[in-house]
């Protein structure tokens, strides 16, 4: 079934589809949407979820993390402030090994306040030790939350999973989303696995201290368990299209125009679609620039990427930053190739980009790299931005 | 677990996680069982335990317990003493 | 084939669910579209504008519409607070909620009265947002009354969704051009 709907309602689609049993959850913009599908699932009687009000996205968290120990499918979702509040529980819930998948709908990080879109929250989490997806448009959130209980559950993997979407750009997007039916869900995604269940007939203890030497242990467990879980994606990527017409889930990354590309533009999330229009019209003036769309953060799938190097120039888009280095998907893929990297930081807090925005970025990047100087890190301004006259105290007073 | 790299933070409740703490003791209860009423004080407060109520009289694990005093401390008709384990 | 659609209206007035029960429509028709606001204004009263893109393939974009085919002004005083023609395409129509107007290539609709007439008022301010939907659907001749039918049926119930059912109905007869209207 093909339906127009926004991103988060394709989320909710995906948790009822997935028949999550446990959902602990605290509202926040831009993920609010979600709750809001999901209660009114429940009060329709469409979903038998448990939906539990927490008081806090830490016990948000807890919540999920604690129905899943305990044998439950569970899910939760939040972005920016809520996420980066919950950022203890994160790593609890990697920690613990336990399966359950988060939406994170993405927005900036205060102060000052802002609502708007930038990915900079999804990005902190990057070491935390979960499976770390990033769609680019609603049907892949949908996607990707419905695979994301399939190989969080996978026993090569056991660990949570996350998958980010841009605030608004995608959580509030209306677009046609292709829904598989109950009866294909099910056959899709077998009944719940873990590592162990907390029961109190066979009492164990979770998370009990660890001794230097067995958490150094359960820490590499951690990092082979991610590693081990590319091929884990590809495989379920395979699998799903027997429930679905999407076949491009084959790599954990994704390639437009590449094949002949002289030059590489790498980047993730929703604005892959505006830089995909301002690609076509470069490539019709006979510039030979493709994209790699990064759909996987964790795991970073290290040799799709080192494909890059057989291009003469590659330009990583960022709309996050490690402050005072440069965007973290930059500082990724500088650390994979022996390439030249430009970063380009921009979009943060809000700021849009056209696809004239996108044609100039590229053409700056292309001019430089001709005269092989296109390393390094800038911050790009649309003119809107450039406009913004700089405020001190002074000023205030 | 079928793959080798797995690994979870996860205990099993059983004796002696720590290994044979009764080695950590330098000084042990003795109970004196004339005195003792059966009253469960010490079966209570014995952190590690290591104290068992066999009708109705205790009897101290010696491999686990510490020495740490706490029943000699709680018994309340005085019972328990603390010796040496040089003596 | 890519048909952009930029609304005009105020917080309130629905500016964003027409924007959302077009796309909704055009996906009831078997076509692709996608539809989003500008988050962050959306306060009672204040500018709002919203987006629609129609196209017989998957869309890409996800950039407010800069250029439209269609201007829809929901509210017609924001012709004088903001400019809603901005960018409009050569040869774009509007669509603008008044009695009449001199604008070229536009049509019109009195949807204030309309609304008025069969009762469609919420806190004392007539819903004019779906009303225009029906004047649009006419002029673009894209997407179907029957589809837009459903789309607001699934989004509203009971008086509510009948009365603008009645409304863009009577919209699709009532609008009225400087351009002739295919009947």
């Known amino acids: 079934m093909r339906k127009v709907m926004s991103a988060n309602e394709a989320v909710a689609n995906a948790v009822k589809l997935a028949r999550v049993g446990v959902v602990g959850i605290y509202p926040i913009t831009p993920q609010t949407t979600v709750i809001e599908k999901l209660a009114e699932m429940k009060a329709e009687g469409e979903i038998d979820a448990d939906i539990v009000r927490v008081e806090s996205e830490h016990a948000a968290m807890g919540v999920t993390l604690g129905a899943g120990a305990a044998g439950v499918r569970s899910f939760t979702a939040t972005g920016s402030q809520g996420l980066l509040y919950m950022h203890e529980m994160v790593w609890w819930a990697s920690g613990s090994r336990v399966p359950l998948v988060m939406m994170v709908g993405t927005r900036a ?29 609603p049907q892949e959130a949908f996607d990707l939350v419905l695979q994301g209980f399939r190989i969080s559950e996978d026993e090569r993997v056991f660990l949570p999973m ?4 841009d605030g608004f750009i995608l959580t509030h997007m ?100 505006d830089a995909m229009e301002a690609i076509d019209e470069l490539r019709e003036k006979g510039i030979n620039i493709g994209m790699l769309r990064i759909r996987y953060l964790r795991p970073w799938a290290e040799s799709e990427i080192k494909e890059l190097e057989n291009v003469k120039g590659i330009l990583v888009m960022d709309r996050a930053t490690s402050l005072g280095r440069g965007g973290p998907l930059y500082l990724e893929v500088k650390a994979t190739v022996r390439n030249q990297v430009k970063g380009v930081v921009t979009g943060l807090g809000g700021v849009l980009l056209n696809k004239e925005d996108f044609k100039r970025i590229i053409l700056k990047f292309l001019k430089e790299a001709k005269e092989e100087r296109s390393d390094g890190v800038e911050w790009y301004y649309p003119a809107e931005v450039e406009k913004v006259e700089l405020r001190n105290p002074k000023d205030v007073e | 677990m079928q793959h080798e790299y797995q690994y979870f933070p996860i205990t099993v409740p059983g004796k002696g996680a720590g290994g044979q703490t009764g080695t950590w003791r330098f000084v042990r209860p003795v109970v004196n069982l004339n005195k003792c009423i059966g009253c469960r004080a010490c079966w209570m407060f014995c952190p590690e335990a290591t104290i068992h109520v066999i009708d109705g009289k205790v009897e101290v694990d010696y491999d686990y317990c510490k020495g740490c005093g706490i029943c000699a401390n709680v018994c309340p008709v005085k019972a328990i003493l603390m010796e040496g384990e040089d003596q | 084939m890519l048909i952009e659609i930029r609304f005009h209206g105020r917080g309130g007035q629905g500016v964003v669910t027409a924007a959302e029960l077009l796309a909704s429509a055009a996906g009831l ?94 806190s004392g301010w007539p819903m004019t947002n779906l009303i225009m939907l029906g004047a649009l659907i006419r002029v673009m001749g894209v997407v179907s009354m ?15 969704a009948e009365l603008n059912v009645q409304g863009v109905k009577l919209a699709y007869e009532r609008v009225k051009g400087a351009v002739k209207i295919a009947a």
Not at chain 1, 196 to 214: K, L, R, S, T
Not at chain 3, 46 to 56: F, V
Request: charged share 25%; proline share 7%.
């Open chain 3, 146 to 160: 029957d589809s837009l039918i459903k789309a607001i049926r699934e989004e509203f119930n009971g008086k509510v």
């Open chain 1, 174 to 273: 209306k677009t046609n989303v292709y829904l598989p039916s109950q009866e294909e869900v099910d056959a899709f995604l077998p009944p719940r696995r873990q590592p162990y269940v907390i029961d109190p007939e066979a009492p164990i203890g979770m998370g009990n201290i660890f001794p230097p030497v067995e958490y150094m242990k359960l820490r590499h467990s951690i990092h082979s368990a991610i590693q081990s879980a590319e091929s884990v994606i590809k495989e379920i990527g395979k699998d799903y299209e027997k429930i679905s017409p999407f076949n491009n889930y084959r790599t954990l990354n994704v390639k437009y125009r590449m094949e002949d590309a002289d030059y590489a533009l790498v980047l993730m999330g929703a604005w892959a679609g």
């Open chain 3, 29 to 122: 028709d078997g076509l692709w579209s996608s539809a989003f606001p500008i988050y962050g204004a959306e306060r009672r009263g204040a500018p709002i504008e919203a987006y629609c893109r129609i196209s017989k393939e998957s869309i890409r974009i996800t950039s407010p519409v800069e250029n439209p085919d269609f201007v829809v002004v929901i509210d017609p005083t924001l012709l004088q607070i903001v400019n809603p023609l901005r960018g409009l395409k050569p040869g774009g129509v509007i669509v603008v909620n008044s009695k009449n107007t001199t604008l070229e290539n536009s049509y019109y609709l009195d949807a204030t009265s309309l609304a008025k007439e069969i009762g469609l008022v919420k």
């Open chain 1, 162 to 165: 996350m998958v980010g979407m």
């Open chain 1, 109 to 137: 990080v205060g102060a000052p306040w802002n609502i708007w879109n930038e990915n900079t929250d999804f990005m902190s989490e990057r070491d935390s030790g979960w499976i770390m997806a990033f769609a680019s448009n």
